[in-house]
């Protein structure tokens, strides 16, 4: 039969254990869970779009968190205020390391960016890129406006 004395300490012991690798465990499911939402890209996001022989057109995009069991994560809507269009459908957001693509086919459109990351790359600052419509391809940069 073992020694009661000498069972409770080890006992004792790997309860403390199995506690702080539980907190360990529990905090990494946290901090990978807040590094699966990624809200850097919410807010809004504004940019010119500057085509030859045409005024620059300011386009506003919108991106929200989606709710949980979304594709991406994010949903959108797209505003050309000179148009006086406002809420327009993005149908998807894919954001794939630092690269973003806006497909927006209500308006054979698509944004194909890359994140651009402060100094410390913790902040996404723009989002550099082409809109593509209709086979044409124009540089866009969009900055953070909130």
Known sequence: MPDPTKILPATSARIKFIGLLTAFLAMLWVTF???QA???LTGTWRGSLIAAQMDP???VLHIQSSPAGSASGYSATLDIPAQFRSGLPVASISLNGKNLLV???ALDAEFYGTLVFDEQGSEVLA???DWSQSGEYVPLRLQRSN
Do not use: T, W
């Open 33 to 35: 869970a807040q590094a």
């Open 38 to 40: 990624d809200p850097q």
């Open 57 to 59: 057109l300011e386009v």
């Open 103 to 105: 497909s927006m086919p």
């Open 127 to 129: 989002l550099n890129g």
